[in-house]
């Protein structure tokens, strides 16, 4: 067995119908990681809101390793106005949230939406509005914590997404 390199490596790059949203993540880390994991599942786009850290904060940078570069990117200012634009643009705006109607990850029909945005909720708070989505999904947990790092949660969902849009999977 031999450990590979990155110049080993040939991945089948795809583009997948995602967006994120991430709804004023604060933690320059979280950002910056979000480029990451995003770009290597394919997401087309991922809008960030004014208070959140930018591409020149260094600890961003420097978590990002350069996938900023690899990325469409945009900044807003109203979460309840990038939302509806969203969804007027035909987007199913998905929530990353565990709610008394949530959904397990596992059991969502993620193929059956053409356009899916997965929203982000900030740290601290979760999702600003969450009467704005129209699923929340949630990770099924097993030890004691109830909640885990929002950067985790968006690598595990884009896993689950992307393996499910990949399968070809539309059972309803």
Do not use: W
Not at 16 to 37: H, L, Q, S, Y
Not at 63 to 82: C, G, K, L, P
Not at 142 to 150: D, E, F, K
């Amino acid at each position: 067995m031999k450990q590979l390199t990155h110049y080993d490596i040939q991945n089948s790059q795809k583009d997948f119908p995602i967006t994120i949203v991430c709804d004023a993540i604060r933690t320059p880390e979280n950002i910056g990681m979000c480029f990451r994991i995003s770009e290597s599942f394919g997401v087309q786009k991922i809008y960030f809101h004014e208070s959140s850290p930018t591409t020149e904060n260094r600890i961003v940078l420097k978590t990002a390793r350069n996938t900023q570069e690899q990325i469409a990117q945009e900044v807003y200012s109203d979460f309840t106005e990038i939302i509806h634009k969203l969804k007027a643009a035909g987007n199913t705006i998905i929530g990353i949230e565990i709610t008394d109607q949530s959904i397990k990850i596992q059991d969502f029909k993620f193929k059956n939406h053409e356009k899916i945005v997965l929203l982000l909720g900030s740290e601290r708070n979760g999702i600003n509005n969450i009467d704005l989505v129209d699923h929340t999904i949630a990770i099924p947990m097993y030890g004691r914590n109830s909640s885990m790092n929002v950067i985790h949660s968006l690598a595990i969902t884009l896993y689950e997404v992307t393996n499910q849009i990949s399968r070809g999977s539309s059972e309803q």
